[in-house]
């Protein structure tokens, strides 16, 4: 008998994709992403979040499998609360990419996300953290360099997250990958690294490919995935750059968008 799912691994996004507003998941979802697993799927969590801002999630969703974390610097084992995979910040390229790009837009608000199960995200003066996720205050910039980063955070007094996210990858391209991954979350990445970098190698331990794929998204962040996965869906409240690339759009991420799209695959 053929599997009545048509694919292997159903890779979704946390923020604005998985996660309602109220950073939670609703019944609905979870049955159908419960339903593509007894089907034969795998999921994975692709989310920008590094694991210490991840991991209760998950733990709350019960997901004992792989999740990709830190825009695919992280690859997580949740049923293990072990980190398989981790990608650090080059800090030297980190400190030239920063110092170009405020030679550019003047003085940013920096976040960095320290490396590790337990990492710490460092929040500097004046940069907003979104929703409620905990961060450790610093205020002299040298603290930001004292131990290894997966990514750092930067925002802007004036200029709204695009026009931030476009400076910041005209100016320092060459020594970071900038990433927009939601209103006021612009990140400076290892050079080269993406979701699509984490979701391939999370994707190789479950022997699973590209052309398995089914993916989520609502950010421009997610793009390189949706380069990668066979098929994608951006949800109803994604960013118009993802909707321009997607294969589909669906429902809002309030509106059970994945749901939606599973149901009709599951027939």
Known sequence: MSNPFPYGLVATDLDGTLLRGDETISPRTREALAAATAAGAAHIVVTGRAVPWTRHI??????QGLAVCGQGAQVYDAGQHRLLTSVTLDRQLAGVALAKIEAEVGPLYLAASRDGLDGEVMVGPGYAVAGRLPGKPFTDVADLWEAPLNKIYIQHPTLSTDELADAASRAAGGFVTVVMAGEGIVEL????????TGLSLAARR???KAADTIAFGDMPNDVPMFAWAAHTVAMGNAHPALKAVADEVTASNEEDGIAVVLERLLG
């Open 58 to 63: 998950l733990d709350d969703l019960g997901y």
């Open 189 to 196: 990445l290892p050079l080269g690294l993406s979701k699509a």
């Open 206 to 208: 479950l022997k699973l």
